[in-house]
């Protein structure tokens, strides 16, 4: 679907880059949208490397050039204002970036232009608060990714290229190593601490298998994520870090291996969850967000947060499941993610419901 000429959208963006192995899927997002504008401009606050339509720029505050806060403010403003002298913008949607919503927020009232703040993480900001009172409306996946009240949210879902995240085109042979995956930075708050006492377990069953840990640590955890390797280092190659691995490469590591894992405490549905589960994967999780989702399955994908004995009997009966019979529950799985949590589901509502002009 295309708009008329006037439909024109500005996009605040964390980080654009199609390789950046947590953010990378906002390139795909950004040009999902770009077929229902005639021009989408995106100011972002990093910028890599840059895939996107034709009809769609991208604009950086310079944090990837090394700029300093004070200057990416100003080159933040100048280009904004630089923007909207040349361009009328029918909505903005700020992505992951409060403060660029609230920064913007008063000169895109004064021109007409409704903002809408799309925000998913369990914390609770003094910006995102600021963000929540001068926005005109807040999108958020899932109730447990908005912990502030609100007049103004809409829970939509969360959206999963599920052209991208597809199966693997046959079963894994049953005599390959099973392969458990967990995808996400390495952080107190994954507890993947819970993820390595769960493979001693299995280690000391004799139950062939391999931890796979795709992601890096944040500097800040670079201390948390040296003890996770301490912790595995008896354990004679059972826990691989693999490192973090380019968006265009995630749905492989997802195919490459036998179940999915995660032992997160953000109180929230994890991304990496659903493309898990979109690639036909079987997840094992734990945390309140995953109880309904997986209520069918029971115990079978479920276990009490923190119980690495638990973690690994789920592990353990999966590994002793047929490898066509785990295909099938990776099938079911994805059926979930196409229904409820598609890209083009969520892109659509979006265009379509929450910022204007779409169906003109």
Known sequence: ????????????NLRTDADDPILGFTTEWINALAAYYTRVDVLTMHAGRIAVAPNVRVFSAGREKGYSEPRRLLVFYSTLARLLRATRYT?????MQP???AL???????????VTLWYAHSSVTLRLRLAERLVNRVVTPSPESFRLPSRKLTVTGHGVDTDRFT???APRPPDAPFIVVSVGRLSP?????????????????????RLRLVGDAPPQHAAYAADLRAQAADLGGAVEFAGPVAHA?????YRAADVMVTASATGSVDKAVLEAMACGLPVVASGEPYRAMLAQWGDALLFPEGDAAALADRLSALAQT????????????????AREHSLSRLIQRLAEEILPCASS
């Open 104 to 114: 913007a927020a008063p000169l895109l009232r004064a021109r007409g232009v409704p």
């Open 189 to 209: 708050v994954k507890r993947v601490e819970v993820l390595i006492a769960a493979a001693h377990l299995l280690h000391a069953r004799g139950l062939g298998f």
């Open 1 to 12: 679907m295309t708009n008329s000429s006037a439909c024109n959208l500005l996009v605040f």
């Open 322 to 337: 047929p490898p066509d019979q785990r295909r099938a529950l990776g099938l079911a799985l994805r059926e979930i993610v």
């Open 91 to 95: 909505a903005c949607f700020a992505h």
């Open 99 to 101: 403060l660029f919503a």
């Open 167 to 169: 199966p693997a085109p």
């Open 249 to 253: 490469q995630v749905a492989d590591a």
